[in-house]
Protein backbone atom coordinates (compact mmCIF):
# COMPACT_ATOMS: atom_id res chain seq x y z
CA UNK A 1 0.00 0.00 0.00
CA UNK A 2 0.79 3.19 -1.42
CA UNK A 3 1.77 5.73 2.35
CA UNK A 4 0.69 9.88 1.60
CA UNK A 5 1.25 12.07 4.31
CA UNK A 6 -0.87 15.15 4.73
CA UNK A 7 -1.79 15.75 0.80
CA UNK A 8 -3.00 19.25 0.10
CA UNK A 9 -6.72 19.49 -1.18
CA UNK A 10 -5.57 20.24 -4.74
CA UNK A 11 -4.45 16.73 -5.43
CA UNK A 12 -7.36 15.18 -3.66
CA UNK A 13 -9.32 14.29 -7.23
CA UNK A 14 -6.06 12.99 -8.43
CA UNK A 15 -4.66 11.13 -5.22
CA UNK A 16 -8.04 9.47 -5.29
CA UNK A 17 -8.25 8.37 -8.41
CA UNK A 18 -9.58 4.56 -8.58
CA UNK A 19 -8.28 2.05 -10.85
CA UNK A 20 -9.57 2.88 -14.42
CA UNK A 21 -9.38 0.50 -17.31
CA UNK A 22 -10.26 1.80 -20.63
CA UNK A 23 -13.91 1.27 -21.79
CA UNK A 24 -14.19 2.40 -25.36
CA UNK A 25 -12.97 -1.48 -26.16
CA UNK A 26 -15.78 -3.03 -23.57
CA UNK A 27 -18.65 -0.59 -25.40
CA UNK A 28 -17.57 -1.74 -28.64
CA UNK A 29 -17.81 -5.67 -27.24
CA UNK A 30 -21.41 -5.16 -25.97
CA UNK A 31 -22.70 -3.28 -28.69
CA UNK A 32 -21.85 -5.92 -30.81
CA UNK A 33 -23.09 -9.04 -28.26
CA UNK A 34 -26.19 -7.19 -28.03
CA UNK A 35 -26.94 -6.73 -31.53
CA UNK A 36 -26.82 -10.31 -31.95
CA UNK A 37 -29.00 -11.45 -28.68
CA UNK A 38 -31.44 -9.32 -30.05
CA UNK A 39 -31.47 -10.55 -33.04
CA UNK A 40 -30.80 -14.50 -32.32
CA UNK A 41 -32.08 -14.73 -29.16
CA UNK A 42 -31.02 -18.18 -27.41
CA UNK A 43 -28.44 -19.32 -29.82
CA UNK A 44 -26.29 -16.02 -29.05
CA UNK A 45 -26.24 -16.83 -25.92
CA UNK A 46 -25.80 -20.11 -25.99
CA UNK A 47 -22.52 -18.97 -28.74
CA UNK A 48 -21.29 -16.41 -25.92
CA UNK A 49 -21.80 -18.75 -23.29
CA UNK A 50 -19.62 -21.28 -24.98
CA UNK A 51 -16.59 -18.83 -26.03
CA UNK A 52 -16.58 -16.60 -22.48
CA UNK A 53 -17.51 -19.45 -19.85
CA UNK A 54 -16.05 -22.75 -22.06
CA UNK A 55 -19.62 -24.38 -21.83
CA UNK A 56 -21.59 -26.11 -24.31
CA UNK A 57 -25.18 -25.79 -22.79
CA UNK A 58 -28.33 -27.71 -24.42
CA UNK A 59 -30.58 -25.87 -21.97
CA UNK A 60 -29.65 -22.62 -20.29
CA UNK A 61 -32.76 -23.23 -17.69
CA UNK A 62 -32.16 -24.18 -13.89
CA UNK A 63 -34.83 -27.73 -13.64
CA UNK A 64 -36.72 -28.31 -10.74
CA UNK A 65 -34.91 -31.23 -10.46
CA UNK A 66 -31.65 -29.14 -10.15
CA UNK A 67 -32.95 -26.79 -7.59
CA UNK A 68 -34.36 -29.67 -5.36
CA UNK A 69 -30.39 -31.73 -6.35
CA UNK A 70 -28.74 -28.28 -5.18
CA UNK A 71 -30.99 -28.33 -1.42
CA UNK A 72 -29.44 -31.36 -0.74
CA UNK A 73 -25.94 -30.35 -1.28
CA UNK A 74 -26.00 -26.90 0.57
CA UNK A 75 -24.59 -28.43 4.15
CA UNK A 76 -27.06 -27.51 7.19
CA UNK A 77 -24.80 -24.69 8.96
CA UNK A 78 -25.05 -22.90 5.48
CA UNK A 79 -28.62 -23.63 5.16
CA UNK A 80 -29.15 -21.85 8.85
CA UNK A 81 -26.65 -19.26 8.11
CA UNK A 82 -28.76 -17.85 4.91
CA UNK A 83 -31.76 -18.55 6.55
CA UNK A 84 -30.41 -16.08 10.06
CA UNK A 85 -29.28 -13.83 7.15
CA UNK A 86 -32.66 -13.94 5.22
CA UNK A 87 -34.46 -12.94 8.60
CA UNK A 88 -32.32 -9.96 9.59
CA UNK A 89 -32.64 -8.45 5.85
CA UNK A 90 -36.64 -9.40 5.72
CA UNK A 91 -36.94 -7.10 9.01
CA UNK A 92 -34.91 -4.48 8.12
CA UNK A 93 -36.41 -3.89 4.43
CA UNK A 94 -39.56 -4.70 5.71
CA UNK A 95 -39.50 -2.03 8.33
CA UNK A 96 -38.63 0.71 4.61
CA UNK A 97 -42.91 0.01 3.81
CA UNK A 98 -44.57 3.32 3.62
CA UNK A 99 -48.00 4.35 3.23
CA UNK A 100 -50.34 6.13 1.31
CA UNK A 101 -49.34 9.87 1.68
CA UNK A 102 -52.62 12.27 0.91
CA UNK A 103 -53.76 15.61 1.59
CA UNK A 104 -56.18 18.34 0.50
CA UNK A 105 -54.11 20.86 -1.07
CA UNK A 106 -56.81 23.32 -1.97
CA UNK A 107 -60.28 22.62 -0.48
CA UNK A 108 -62.00 20.28 -2.93
CA UNK A 109 -58.41 19.00 -4.66
CA UNK A 110 -57.43 15.58 -3.05
CA UNK A 111 -53.72 14.57 -3.87
CA UNK A 112 -52.76 11.37 -2.75
CA UNK A 113 -49.07 9.68 -3.40
CA UNK A 114 -49.15 5.59 -3.50
CA UNK A 115 -46.23 2.73 -4.63
CA UNK A 116 -46.29 0.53 -6.84
CA UNK A 117 -43.96 -2.95 -7.25
CA UNK A 118 -41.91 -2.94 -10.60
CA UNK A 119 -43.79 -6.24 -12.30
CA UNK A 120 -40.80 -7.62 -14.09
CA UNK A 121 -37.33 -7.93 -12.40
CA UNK A 122 -33.96 -9.23 -13.39
CA UNK A 123 -31.29 -10.52 -11.01
CA UNK A 124 -27.68 -10.79 -12.33
CA UNK A 125 -25.29 -12.81 -9.64
CA UNK A 126 -21.65 -12.88 -10.34
CA UNK A 127 -19.66 -16.31 -10.25
CA UNK A 128 -16.63 -16.17 -11.15
CA UNK A 129 -14.33 -16.28 -8.72
CA UNK A 130 -16.73 -16.55 -5.95
CA UNK A 131 -20.37 -17.53 -6.10
CA UNK A 132 -22.09 -14.82 -4.70
CA UNK A 133 -24.91 -15.93 -3.24
CA UNK A 134 -25.51 -13.24 -0.62
CA UNK A 135 -26.18 -10.96 -3.63
CA UNK A 136 -29.24 -13.29 -3.86
CA UNK A 137 -30.61 -12.53 -0.48
CA UNK A 138 -29.75 -8.77 -1.16
CA UNK A 139 -31.84 -8.54 -4.14
CA UNK A 140 -34.90 -11.04 -4.39
CA UNK A 141 -36.18 -10.18 -0.55
CA UNK A 142 -36.91 -6.64 -1.13
CA UNK A 143 -38.20 -7.07 -4.84
CA UNK A 144 -40.41 -9.88 -2.73
CA UNK A 145 -41.49 -7.83 -0.17
CA UNK A 146 -42.16 -4.94 -2.66
CA UNK A 147 -44.20 -7.21 -4.61
CA UNK A 148 -42.75 -8.04 -8.02
CA UNK A 149 -44.54 -10.93 -10.07
CA UNK A 150 -41.34 -11.72 -11.99
CA UNK A 151 -38.08 -12.45 -10.60
CA UNK A 152 -36.02 -14.00 -12.85
CA UNK A 153 -32.07 -14.17 -12.02
CA UNK A 154 -28.93 -14.68 -14.28
CA UNK A 155 -25.95 -16.27 -13.01
CA UNK A 156 -22.70 -17.74 -15.11
CA UNK A 157 -22.27 -22.14 -15.07
CA UNK A 158 -19.31 -23.78 -14.12
CA UNK A 159 -17.31 -25.50 -16.22
CA UNK A 160 -20.00 -28.71 -15.98
CA UNK A 161 -22.71 -26.28 -16.94
CA UNK A 162 -23.75 -26.23 -13.60
CA UNK A 163 -25.09 -23.55 -11.23
CA UNK A 164 -23.39 -23.20 -7.07
CA UNK A 165 -26.08 -24.97 -5.43
CA UNK A 166 -25.84 -22.49 -3.13
CA UNK A 167 -27.15 -19.84 -5.52
CA UNK A 168 -29.74 -22.28 -6.42
CA UNK A 169 -30.96 -23.12 -3.08
CA UNK A 170 -31.29 -19.45 -1.65
CA UNK A 171 -33.08 -18.12 -4.93
CA UNK A 172 -35.41 -20.77 -4.45
CA UNK A 173 -35.84 -19.75 -0.69
CA UNK A 174 -36.53 -15.96 -1.74
CA UNK A 175 -38.89 -16.58 -3.90
CA UNK A 176 -36.90 -15.92 -7.67
CA UNK A 177 -39.19 -17.44 -10.37
CA UNK A 178 -36.73 -18.37 -12.94
CA UNK A 179 -33.36 -19.04 -13.06
CA UNK A 180 -30.75 -18.68 -16.20
CA UNK A 181 -27.34 -20.20 -16.54
CA UNK A 182 -25.92 -17.07 -18.31
CA UNK A 183 -23.17 -14.83 -17.22
CA UNK A 184 -21.79 -11.60 -18.68
CA UNK A 185 -22.87 -9.36 -21.19
CA UNK A 186 -25.00 -12.04 -22.72
CA UNK A 187 -27.23 -12.05 -19.31
CA UNK A 188 -27.78 -8.46 -19.65
CA UNK A 189 -28.36 -8.35 -23.24
CA UNK A 190 -30.83 -11.23 -22.87
CA UNK A 191 -32.62 -9.98 -19.76
CA UNK A 192 -32.62 -6.47 -21.92
CA UNK A 193 -34.81 -7.78 -24.90
CA UNK A 194 -36.15 -11.26 -24.22
CA UNK A 195 -35.58 -14.48 -25.47
CA UNK A 196 -37.40 -17.57 -26.81
CA UNK A 197 -36.43 -18.46 -23.10
CA UNK A 198 -35.73 -15.19 -21.10
CA UNK A 199 -38.58 -12.70 -20.46
CA UNK A 200 -37.10 -9.16 -20.83
CA UNK A 201 -37.26 -7.19 -17.70
CA UNK A 202 -38.20 -3.54 -16.46
CA UNK A 203 -35.22 -2.93 -14.13
CA UNK A 204 -31.40 -4.76 -14.09
CA UNK A 205 -30.31 -5.21 -10.35
CA UNK A 206 -26.88 -6.65 -9.49
CA UNK A 207 -23.17 -5.93 -9.38
CA UNK A 208 -20.33 -7.50 -12.15
CA UNK A 209 -17.33 -7.05 -13.89
CA UNK A 210 -16.30 -4.43 -16.04
CA UNK A 211 -18.04 -5.96 -18.59
CA UNK A 212 -21.49 -6.78 -17.25
CA UNK A 213 -21.36 -2.83 -15.41
CA UNK A 214 -20.84 -1.04 -19.42
CA UNK A 215 -23.55 -3.60 -20.15
CA UNK A 216 -26.05 -2.27 -17.47
CA UNK A 217 -25.14 0.91 -18.40
CA UNK A 218 -25.91 0.31 -22.06
CA UNK A 219 -29.36 -1.41 -21.71
CA UNK A 220 -30.67 2.22 -20.02
CA UNK A 221 -30.12 3.07 -24.12
CA UNK A 222 -32.63 0.42 -24.61
CA UNK A 223 -35.62 1.30 -22.35
CA UNK A 224 -34.46 -1.12 -19.03
CA UNK A 225 -33.46 0.79 -15.67
CA UNK A 226 -30.67 -0.47 -13.40
CA UNK A 227 -30.20 -0.16 -9.91
CA UNK A 228 -27.40 1.76 -10.35
CA UNK A 229 -23.56 1.71 -11.86
CA UNK A 230 -21.97 -0.88 -9.73
CA UNK A 231 -18.17 -1.20 -10.32
CA UNK A 232 -15.68 -2.91 -8.09
CA UNK A 233 -15.53 -2.99 -4.60
CA UNK A 234 -14.34 -0.35 -2.77
CA UNK A 235 -13.67 0.55 1.30
CA UNK A 236 -12.88 3.54 2.66
CA UNK A 237 -11.68 3.35 6.61
CA UNK A 238 -11.06 6.37 9.06
CA UNK A 239 -9.42 5.19 12.27
CA UNK A 240 -7.86 7.19 15.07
CA UNK A 241 -5.86 5.71 18.20
CA UNK A 242 -9.04 4.32 19.33
CA UNK A 243 -9.00 1.48 16.42
CA UNK A 244 -7.83 -1.70 16.43
CA UNK A 245 -5.38 -2.24 13.56
CA UNK A 246 -5.69 -5.71 13.34
CA UNK A 247 -9.09 -5.11 12.88
CA UNK A 248 -8.55 -2.43 10.52
CA UNK A 249 -6.35 -4.77 8.64
CA UNK A 250 -8.98 -7.10 8.01
CA UNK A 251 -11.59 -4.99 7.07
CA UNK A 252 -8.78 -3.72 4.38
CA UNK A 253 -8.34 -6.91 3.15
CA UNK A 254 -12.40 -8.42 2.83
CA UNK A 255 -12.87 -5.96 0.23
CA UNK A 256 -9.09 -6.42 -1.53
CA UNK A 257 -9.70 -9.97 -1.97
CA UNK A 258 -12.96 -9.50 -3.74
CA UNK A 259 -11.03 -8.80 -6.95
CA UNK A 260 -7.73 -6.87 -8.32
CA UNK A 261 -9.35 -3.98 -9.53
CA UNK A 262 -10.99 -2.98 -6.22
CA UNK A 263 -9.60 -0.59 -3.90
CA UNK A 264 -8.79 0.17 -0.25
CA UNK A 265 -7.85 3.32 1.65
CA UNK A 266 -7.13 4.05 5.37
CA UNK A 267 -7.41 7.52 6.12
CA UNK A 268 -6.05 8.28 9.90
CA UNK A 269 -5.17 11.28 11.98
CA UNK A 270 -2.45 8.61 13.73
CA UNK A 271 0.81 8.10 12.35
CA UNK A 272 1.61 5.41 14.71
CA UNK A 273 -2.05 3.35 13.85
CA UNK A 274 -0.55 3.58 10.20
CA UNK A 275 2.43 2.17 10.74
CA UNK A 276 0.61 -0.70 12.49
CA UNK A 277 -2.30 -1.42 9.74
CA UNK A 278 0.58 -1.95 7.03
CA UNK A 279 2.06 -4.28 9.12
CA UNK A 280 -0.87 -6.31 10.11
CA UNK A 281 -2.15 -6.06 5.66
CA UNK A 282 1.01 -7.85 5.20
CA UNK A 283 0.65 -10.73 8.40
CA UNK A 284 -2.78 -11.20 7.49
CA UNK A 285 -2.34 -11.20 3.46
CA UNK A 286 0.07 -13.45 3.75
CA UNK A 287 -2.13 -16.31 4.90
CA UNK A 288 -4.98 -15.39 2.78
CA UNK A 289 -6.00 -18.34 0.08
CA UNK A 290 -7.11 -15.41 -2.12
CA UNK A 291 -3.77 -13.98 -1.65
CA UNK A 292 -2.87 -13.21 -5.21
CA UNK A 293 -6.11 -11.40 -5.64
CA UNK A 294 -5.63 -9.21 -2.72
CA UNK A 295 -1.93 -8.38 -3.56
CA UNK A 296 -2.85 -6.97 -6.90
CA UNK A 297 -5.57 -4.63 -5.30
CA UNK A 298 -3.06 -3.65 -2.24
CA UNK A 299 -1.14 -2.11 -4.97
CA UNK A 300 -4.00 0.13 -6.13
CA UNK A 301 -4.64 1.19 -2.61
CA UNK A 302 -3.45 3.62 0.19
CA UNK A 303 -2.66 4.87 3.62
CA UNK A 304 -3.31 8.40 4.17
CA UNK A 305 -2.50 10.65 7.21
CA UNK A 306 -4.09 13.47 7.78
CA UNK A 307 -3.71 16.52 10.02
CA UNK A 308 -7.10 16.87 11.89
CA UNK A 309 -10.88 15.06 11.40
CA UNK A 310 -11.85 17.87 9.50
CA UNK A 311 -9.77 17.32 6.73
CA UNK A 312 -10.44 13.87 6.76
CA UNK A 313 -14.35 14.30 6.45
CA UNK A 314 -14.09 16.65 3.82
CA UNK A 315 -11.62 14.10 1.72
CA UNK A 316 -13.83 11.49 2.56
CA UNK A 317 -16.71 12.85 1.27
CA UNK A 318 -14.47 14.18 -1.79
CA UNK A 319 -13.91 10.00 -2.27
CA UNK A 320 -17.80 8.98 -1.52
CA UNK A 321 -16.79 5.44 -0.74
CA UNK A 322 -18.96 2.74 -1.03
CA UNK A 323 -18.49 1.25 2.42
CA UNK A 324 -17.38 3.11 5.05
CA UNK A 325 -15.90 2.01 8.28
CA UNK A 326 -15.24 4.82 11.14
CA UNK A 327 -13.67 3.90 14.27
CA UNK A 328 -12.66 7.02 16.00
CA UNK A 329 -13.81 8.21 19.72
CA UNK A 330 -15.42 11.14 17.33
CA UNK A 331 -17.41 8.94 15.80
CA UNK A 332 -20.37 11.41 16.45
CA UNK A 333 -18.54 14.13 14.06
CA UNK A 334 -18.45 11.59 11.20
CA UNK A 335 -21.39 9.82 11.40
CA UNK A 336 -23.31 13.77 11.92
CA UNK A 337 -20.86 14.90 8.25
CA UNK A 338 -20.96 12.39 6.18
CA UNK A 339 -22.66 13.17 3.21
CA UNK A 340 -21.25 10.67 0.62
CA UNK A 341 -21.00 7.10 1.31
CA UNK A 342 -23.17 3.96 0.21
CA UNK A 343 -23.04 2.04 3.83
CA UNK A 344 -21.73 3.01 6.99
CA UNK A 345 -20.04 1.03 9.54
CA UNK A 346 -19.54 2.50 13.13
CA UNK A 347 -17.05 0.93 15.82
CA UNK A 348 -14.09 -1.80 16.77
CA UNK A 349 -16.41 -4.63 16.66
CA UNK A 350 -18.96 -3.35 13.30
CA UNK A 351 -16.90 -5.07 10.31
CA UNK A 352 -17.91 -4.30 6.87
CA UNK A 353 -18.20 -8.18 5.69
CA UNK A 354 -21.22 -7.94 8.85
CA UNK A 355 -23.44 -5.62 5.90
CA UNK A 356 -21.85 -7.91 3.02
CA UNK A 357 -23.94 -10.77 5.08
CA UNK A 358 -26.51 -10.87 7.84
CA UNK A 359 -26.39 -7.43 9.97
CA UNK A 360 -29.77 -6.70 7.60
CA UNK A 361 -28.83 -3.91 5.89
CA UNK A 362 -28.35 -4.37 1.81
CA UNK A 363 -24.83 -4.86 0.28
CA UNK A 364 -25.52 -3.31 -3.50
CA UNK A 365 -23.82 -0.48 -2.88
CA UNK A 366 -22.87 2.64 -5.23
CA UNK A 367 -19.39 2.33 -5.98
CA UNK A 368 -16.94 4.80 -8.17
CA UNK A 369 -17.77 8.07 -6.32
CA UNK A 370 -21.58 7.08 -7.75
CA UNK A 371 -22.68 7.69 -3.78
CA UNK A 372 -22.45 11.32 -3.97
CA UNK A 373 -25.62 10.95 -6.31
CA UNK A 374 -26.53 7.70 -5.93
CA UNK A 375 -28.59 5.39 -3.08
CA UNK A 376 -27.54 1.65 -2.54
CA UNK A 377 -30.32 -1.35 -2.95
CA UNK A 378 -33.34 -0.78 -0.68
CA UNK A 379 -37.50 -1.62 -0.35
CA UNK A 380 -37.73 1.62 -3.06
CA UNK A 381 -35.83 0.25 -5.34
CA UNK A 382 -38.22 -2.21 -6.67
CA UNK A 383 -40.96 0.13 -6.39
CA UNK A 384 -41.98 3.20 -7.93
CA UNK A 385 -44.17 6.13 -7.22
CA UNK A 386 -47.33 6.96 -8.50
CA UNK A 387 -49.22 10.04 -7.81
CA UNK A 388 -53.58 10.61 -7.75
CA UNK A 389 -55.90 13.28 -7.90
CA UNK A 390 -59.60 13.59 -7.64
CA UNK A 391 -60.92 17.51 -7.70
CA UNK A 392 -64.76 17.99 -6.60
CA UNK A 393 -66.72 20.78 -8.80
CA UNK A 394 -65.85 23.01 -5.98
CA UNK A 395 -62.22 22.11 -6.66
CA UNK A 396 -62.18 22.88 -10.17
CA UNK A 397 -64.07 26.32 -9.51
CA UNK A 398 -61.32 26.96 -6.77
CA UNK A 399 -57.87 26.37 -8.84
CA UNK A 400 -59.66 26.95 -12.08
CA UNK A 401 -58.67 30.07 -12.91
CA UNK A 402 -55.16 29.75 -11.72
CA UNK A 403 -54.77 27.13 -14.45
CA UNK A 404 -56.22 29.16 -17.57
CA UNK A 405 -53.99 32.09 -16.36
CA UNK A 406 -50.76 29.61 -16.45
CA UNK A 407 -52.18 27.86 -19.76
CA UNK A 408 -52.55 31.31 -21.50
CA UNK A 409 -49.22 32.56 -20.49
CA UNK A 410 -47.76 29.25 -21.53
CA UNK A 411 -49.45 29.95 -25.31
CA UNK A 412 -51.34 26.52 -24.59
CA UNK A 413 -55.33 26.88 -25.52
CA UNK A 414 -56.05 23.55 -25.35
CA UNK A 415 -55.13 23.24 -21.99
CA UNK A 416 -56.91 26.69 -21.06
CA UNK A 417 -59.93 25.43 -22.81
CA UNK A 418 -59.69 22.07 -20.66
CA UNK A 419 -60.44 24.31 -17.57
CA UNK A 420 -62.93 26.93 -18.91
CA UNK A 421 -65.33 24.39 -20.60
CA UNK A 422 -65.78 22.22 -17.01
CA UNK A 423 -65.84 26.14 -14.96
CA UNK A 424 -68.58 26.89 -17.96
CA UNK A 425 -70.47 23.69 -17.86
CA UNK A 426 -70.58 24.68 -13.94
CA UNK A 427 -71.49 28.08 -14.27
CA UNK A 428 -74.59 26.58 -16.57
CA UNK A 429 -75.65 23.79 -14.23
CA UNK A 430 -75.64 26.70 -11.36
CA UNK A 431 -78.11 28.90 -13.24
CA UNK A 432 -79.94 26.36 -14.01
CA UNK A 433 -80.91 25.85 -10.59
CA UNK A 434 -81.08 29.29 -10.00
CA UNK A 435 -84.25 29.52 -12.33
CA UNK A 436 -85.90 26.59 -10.93
CA UNK A 437 -86.12 28.02 -7.44
Known amino acids: MKTIKYPKPEIWSKLLKRPTQTIADVEATVNEIFSEVKLKGNAAVK ?21 ANAEKEVPEDLK ?9 IEKFHSAQ ?3 RIIIETTKGVLCWQEKRP ?13 PLFSTVLMLAIPAKIAGCKEIILCTPPDKKGKINPAILYTAK ?7 FKIGGIQAIGAMTFGTDTVPAVYK ?50 SQAEHGADSQVILVTTSEKLLNSVEKEVEKQMAKLPRKSIAQKAIQNSKLILVENNGQAINLINEYAPEHFIVVSKEEDFFIENIQNAGSVFIGNYTPESAGDYASGTNHTLPTSGY ?31 TIETMAEAEGLQAHKNAVTLRLKSLEEMSCRVQSRS
Do not use: W
Open 47 to 67: KYTQLFDRISLDEIVASEEEI
Open 80 to 88: AAINLAKAN
Open 97 to 99: KTD
Open 118 to 130: IQKIGLYIPAGTA
Open 173 to 179: LCGVTKI
Open 204 to 253: IFGPGNQFVTVSKQIATKHGVAIDMPAGPSELLVFADDTANASFVASDLL
Open 371 to 401: AKQYSGVNLDSFMKSMTFQKISAQGIQNIGK
